[in-house]
């Protein structure tokens, strides 16, 4: 992560902090927050999480006297942050690269869907909870219309908070044009909506999604809240966006990291430089991220070393029940194998042969699906289950060797 500032368009230093994959960046992309937020929502932090992880760089800022940005919140209005965008897709042009992708959360969605107009690099834009209309936030401050158009601004209270609204902030959204924005967008879109969302209604997606010319795409956000306050619903929002840009912006999320061919039947574990704990598993051509829980300082942006180990015992046990019943013409319909890990005390085992101190308890569960199945059939599968590799592995006698590879990258430079 780092911190950085540009002049915004009123003039004003914008705080802003870029967040970017260890290795290759494969793409940068652009986020707006949403209606009196920062940059430093949980949502926008996760989604720059899981973009990270997929090799693209994300720069958020503070609108115009929202956050560590100067200036003053009541002398800003929807134009002012759609432009305040522009200045950011500038500062990135002349000291980064020009983002080719561009988020917008909530209102922000509203505002990258205009100021996408301005930005000829932008090869895919995508909106989360975004009203069709920016005028949609006055319901925030119905109660002061009143007041605001009487003496031209007022005293709001917004998510806790007092903001002061003046006369111009209303004029400003309610004099916008957003349906021809959207329909002469000409850029890919990408509509991510919650259905029960209680700030900006489903009926929102639904009209920009109608209103916007093809390539457009519709995700459902399932349960999740206006602000995507679950780490889940942000991590799943941030994938799908990664995913569905790849398209567009010419990278493989496969790629990532691969700074050399793995062998086959190596694995590489390689530190992001993302958050304490955050590691590029590579393993031939196939890429995954290993991380711990928020529980221990890590991000959870991936399964952590033992959920791993659990994976692994997992997935030979299944090919090796599925491999047995296609070699005995089982009539088997598929194999579902649950685990789990604790530590036990190792006393409170009177099969073992340690006595003292703790051992490592796996527990495996199969079920067997097949009703033509005979008991005598799943009985069997049940040992079979313990002739996977994996688990020969587990019980067997390991010797691992540590020795210490030199850095050649060190050597190089």
């Not at 209102?107 to 834009?125: F, N, Q, R, S, T």
């Not at 920016?134 to 007041?147: M, T, Y």
């Not at 956000?221 to 306050?229: G, R, Y």
Request: hydrophobic letters at 40%.
């Amino acid at each position: 992560m780092q911190k950085t500032t540009f002049e915004g368009s009123q003039g004003h230093e914008l705080a802003a902090r870029l967040d970017t994959p260890d290795g290759e960046i494969k793409a940068y992309a652009l986020f707006a927050h949403c209606f009196t937020c920062s940059k430093d929502i949980f949502a926008a932090g996760r989604i720059a999480i899981a973009l990270n992880a997929m090799g693209i760089a994300v720069l958020r800022f503070d609108f115009t006297g929202l956050g560590a940005s100067e200036g003053e919140f009541e002398n800003t209005n929807f134009t002012s942050n759609v432009q305040d965008l522009v200045k950011a897709a500038d500062y990135m042009r002349e000291h980064l690269q020009a983002p080719s992708i561009l988020i917008g959360h909530s209102l922000g969605g509203a505002a990258v869907l205009v100021a996408a107009h301005e930005m000829p690099e932008i090869k895919a834009v995508a909106t989360i909870g975004a009203p069709a209309d920016s005028a949609h936030v006055a319901h925030n401050f119905d109660s002061a219309r009143e007041e605001i158009l009487e003496k031209g601004e007022a005293e709001v209270s917004l998510a806790g908070r007092p903001f002061k609204i003046q006369k111009q902030f209303i004029e400003d959204i309610e004099s916008q044009k957003m349906d021809d924005h959207i329909a002469s967008l000409k850029k890919p879109l990408l509509v991510l909506h919650a259905p029960m969302d209680a700030t900006v209604g489903i009926e929102n997606a639904e009209h920009i999604f109608k209103t916007a010319k093809h390539p457009k795409s519709f995700v459902t956000l399932d349960s999740a809240d206006h602000l995507l306050s679950k780490r889940e619903d942000a991590a799943y929002a941030a994938r799908v966006i990664a995913a569905w840009a790849s398209r567009y912006v010419g990278y493989k999320l496969t790629d990532i990291d691969k700074k050399k061919p793995v062998a086959n039947k190596t694995v590489v574990v390689r530190s992001s430089g993302n958050g304490k704990f955050q590691q590029y598993v590579q393993a031939g051509k196939h890429f995954m991220i290993a991380d711990e829980p928020e529980s221990v300082g890590g991000n959870d942006t991936g399964a952590d070393p033992y959920a791993l180990l659990l994976a692994s015992l997992g997935a030979c046990t299944s090919m090796t029940l599925q491999m047995y019943a296609n070699h005995k013409s089982l009539p088997l319909e598929g194999v579902e194998v649950s685990l789990s890990h604790e530590k036990i005390h190792a006393e409170d085992c009177g099969e073992c042969e340690t006595t003292s101190g703790t051992l490592d308890q796996i527990t495996r569960e199969i079920t067997i699906k097949g009703e033509e199945l005979t008991d005598e059939q799943r009985a069997r599968m049940i040992e079979i289950a313990d002739k996977c590799p994996v688990h020969k592995t587990l019980h067997g006698e390991v010797l691992i060797e540590t020795v210490e590879k030199p850095d050649k990258t060190k050597a190089a430079a």
